[in-house]
């Protein structure tokens, strides 16, 4: 229960710094928004290889790397925007800080989720 009360907590934290990127009056701007799709696109790889993988094998498995390899994409896309975002300024670099800051929660957060839940036990994100 204290796991997910810290996820949801941090999850929270990160959308208020991402909201303060675009909505506090000196900025103004809603372009940062558009990390929302980085943040639901991030854990779809790796989620369809854990359903096609099986976890017995030791070795080395090419479907899990390249999952991990498209989600790591993902991340440093979603780090990249707001920094290309403001060098065309289109919007200011406060802002970008505060979407990059709230970028490094967010993903902490999703990582954490799976760090927790993603054991195969009796309670885990698979029964969702």
């Known amino acids: 229960v204290v796991a997910l009360i810290s996820l949801s907590f941090g999850g929270a934290i990160g959308l208020m710094f991402l909201m ?10 809603y372009w940062p928004l558009f990390v929302l799709f980085f943040y639901i696109l ?29 989600t790591t994409g993902i991340v440093v896309s979603a780090f990249g925007l707001p920094i290309v975002f403001a060098r065309a ?22 990582l954490g989720f799976f760090l927790v839940f993603g054991s195969n036990d009796d309670f885990s994100w698979q029964q969702w």
Do not use: H, M
Not at 59 to 68: D, F, Q, R, V, Y
């Open 89 to 110: 300024e289109l919007i200011y670099w406060g802002a970008c800080a505060l979407v990059l800051t709230g970028n490094a929660v967010i993903f902490a957060t999703i």
């Open 20 to 29: 303060l990127g675009c909505a506090l009056p000196q900025y103004n701007q």
């Open 42 to 70: 991030s854990p779809i790889p790796y989620c369809i290889a854990r359903r096609l993988v099986d976890d017995t094998d030791a070795t080395s498995n090419a479907c899990k790397e390249l999952a991990i390899f498209l």
